[in-house]
């Protein structure tokens, strides 16, 4: 196997071995290393690859696109399209300016919610990017509520937002009482409540509604950050329907079929507050990604996309609490789709959670085996998984997958 220079420490995936794997190219639901061997792709670029990869009608739709050229003086007629696409989704919100990641999209919320308010303090749940003050006291927020590494913080010395008028506040144990807490101390001086729409897999809505309306009596504004279900669930995400709407959203990740786009909406009365804050630049102006998102979108509906998905995250988790049921491993682990059936994970039971070390070596067996997942997170499935994979053979796989973690940890 070659071992590549490493650009960065962060997300590399190893074999068992400790080899680094060195990623050539995709193709539907597979990706292919140097060395030829090919794995079936749940991690999916940890979320963007919604389609599959090298989807035929997407590349020749997008290739065709070229033909328009990459980038124009300003904002042109696929981005207005792009934008009114997306609003007739979200009644009452605008398009507030485009972007290469939800990190920035989301950085451009707090700036405009500063403006807007006045204050520079924030209150963030979920996970929501590295850019400015966001980097900051960051837990663990994918791990279950019950696992310890939760409340380990990181990033705390030479950072923004660690302390002072700019602090960060984490409502990590999703409780009512802790919230109050935050808000009874600095509610005075946060600028915006952010909420990762993931963190509903631990928390129920009314929880949620109620967490809204303590913000809100505070005169903090609300963002949903639809990055992770924003064109998985449906074209703006999980909350699209929710009763209570926010001030700004999130979308990103799978919007562009792994194109670098991510789109910030905000609430139209407040249109002003946008254009005191500047929001917006030259690398926000360029066509492929516009482009790409604009084909998601007809491709999904045309092809049933969503319920695709579906149908292929329920299929992953059917296999595995097969094979973990066969090995007698009920009461350790066990698959759950999540969010209307568009993402899975494996969730460990309380104090096996704990041992990061062996659930870091069952997501590598299963690599080994030939089968990519995330620990710690939720993993993703593309439309093209229901089609394109024997059910036997990855329930075979899985099962070797499993049986050599098994053999060495169990």
């Known amino acids: 196997m070659m071992n590549p220079t490493p650009i960065t420490g962060a997300d590399r995936l190893f074999n068992a071995d400790g080899t680094a794997i060195a990623f050539e190219r995709g193709a ?6 140097t060395d030829g061997k090919r794995y079936i792709d749940y991690i999916c670029g940890t979320g963007p690859v919604v389609l599959g990869h090298a989807h035929e009608e997407f590349t020749k739709r997008l290739a065709q696109s070229l033909s328009q050229g990459i980038c124009l003086p300003g904002y042109g007629a696929p981005h207005s399209k792009l934008a009114r696409r997306f609003e007739e989704h979200e009644p009452g919100k605008k398009v507030i300016s485009f972007f290469k990641s939800s990190s920035d999209a989301v950085s451009a919320a707090v700036r405009c919610a500063a403006a807007q308010t006045g204050r520079a303090g924030f209150l963030r749940c979920g996970f929501l990017g590295w850019h400015d003050a966001l980097i900051a006291q960051t837990p663990y927020w994918h791990e279950q509520l019950y696992v310890a590494r939760r409340q ?8 923004r937002g660690v302390s002072g008028e700019d602090a960060v506040y984490n409502w990590n144990d999703l ?17 915006l409540f952010a909420f990762d729409v993931f963190q509903l897999a631990f928390m129920d809505e009314e929880t949620l509604r109620l967490a809204i309306s303590k913000c809100r009596a505070y005169g903090i504004p609300v963002l949903f950050d639809e990055t992770k279900t924003g064109g998985r669930v449906g074209p703006t995400g999980f909350l699209s329907n929710f009763d209570v709407k926010p001030d700004y959203i999130v979308l990103g990740k799978a919007i562009g079929n792994g194109a670098p786009i991510a789109l910030l ?41 969503y319920s695709a998905i579906k149908q ?48 870091q070596a069952f997501a590598r067996s299963l690599r080994d085996a030939g089968i990519l997942i995330l620990d710690g ?21 899985i099962n070797e997958g499993i049986t050599n973690w098994k053999r060495q940890w169990s």
């Open 312 to 359: 292929g995250v329920l299929t992953i988790v059917d296999a595995f609490n097969s094979v973990i049921n066969q090995q007698g491993l009920e009461d350790r682990v066990r698959a759950v789709s999540q969010f209307n059936d568009t993402v899975f994970e494996l969730i460990w039971a309380p104090g096996v959670a704990d041992d990061v070390t062996s659930r």
């Open 28 to 33: 539907g639901p597979f990706v292919f290393d």
């Open 152 to 159: 380990e913080i990181r990033y705390t010395e030479g950072y």
């Open 175 to 191: 409780s009512i009482e802790t919230l109050d807490q935050i808000l009874s101390k600095n509610g005075e001086n946060i600028c």
């Open 265 to 305: 909406l905000g609430d139209e009365r407040y249109y002003d507050v946008f254009s005191r804050a500047r929001i917006g630049g030259t690398y926000a102006k360029e066509l492929i990604s516009v482009n790409a998102a604009s084909h998601v979108m007809d491709i999904m509906a045309e092809i049933g996309g």
């Open 377 to 397: 997170h939720c993993s993703f499935v593309g439309a093209i998984h229901s089609t394109s994979l024997d059910p036997d053979k990855l329930h075979e796989t």
